[in-house]
Structures are given as structure tokens and as C-alpha cells.
């Protein structure tokens, strides 16, 4: 069974940071890229941040670029989110993805195939 735990949100001020934990298991982590998305009211689902299995290309959604981090350990099955200088705006659940593909041209883009529960972040201003 496919199982990603996030962990890693809370609360935090603005200009502040957070780093987000991804822990997957159930399927072959190496096989598989690994991404990012979030959700908050009133707003379509929002392609973060992906990690590429076949080389570890990282792609990110503008919102974010220049702001957040992906990388992966691979001997631990874990993806990690490293966000800095959050805003308000970036406010929502972040669910960690096991991703059928993703990239970026002209935009971020991402086809999920398995996600979790989520961990809440919420910057305040």
C-alpha cells in the first residue's frame, strides 16, 4: 500500500521559514517522482514543487521559485520542502505526491497518482 506522511507545518510569521518532510513507503522510491502541491479555500489545487527520479531535476510553480527547496534522501524514502521567506499567500495544506511525471514549460506541471493526508502551514502577516 502506498502511504506519504507530511510533516513539518505549523505556524509561522511572515518572511519566516518551514521545511516540510515527506516520508513514502509502499512502492520504490527511486522509481518515481516525487512532488508537492497545496490547497487552501477558495483555490484550485497548486503545483509547488517536484523532484525528478530520472536525474533529481527540481521544478517549481512561480509562485514559489527562488523561495523553496526540494531534495530527496533516498536511503530514507523522504522528500523535504525547505520554504523561505513565506508569505501569507502560501497559506494551505501541503500534501506530498507520488507524481506520474512533472516539469515545467512555460509552466509547473504534475499528474499525481498517490498523495497524503497533508500538513497545514499558515503565515501570518
Known amino acids: 500500500e502506498v502511504q506519504l506522511v507530511e510533516s513539518g507545518g505549523g505556524l509561522v510569521q511572515a518572511g519566516g521559514s518551514l521545511r516540510l518532510s515527506c516520508a513514502a513507503s509502499g512502492f520504490t522510491f527511486a522509481d518515481y517522482s516525487i512532488g508537492w502541491f497545496r490547497r487552501s479555500p477558495g483555490k484550485e489545487r497548486d503545483g509547488v514543487s517536484c523532484i525528478s527520479h530520472d536525474d533529481g531535476s527540481t521544478y517549481y510553480g512561480d509562485a514559489v521559485k527562488g523561495r523553496f527547496t526540494i531534495s530527496s534522501d533516498n536511503a530514507k524514502n523522504t522528500v523535504y520542502l525547505q520554504m523561505n521567506s513565506l508569505k501569507p499567500e502560501d497559506t494551505g495544506v501541503y500534501h506530498c505526491?507520488?507524481?506520474?511525471?512533472?516539469?515545467?514549460?512555460?509552466?509547473?506541471?504534475?499528474?499525481?497518482?498517490?498523495w497524503g493526508q497533508g500538513t497545514q502551514v499558515t503565515v501570518s502577516s
Open positions: 505526491a507520488k507524481l506520474e511525471l512533472c516539469g515545467y514549460h512555460g509552466n509547473y506541471y504534475a499528474l499525481y497518482d498517490n
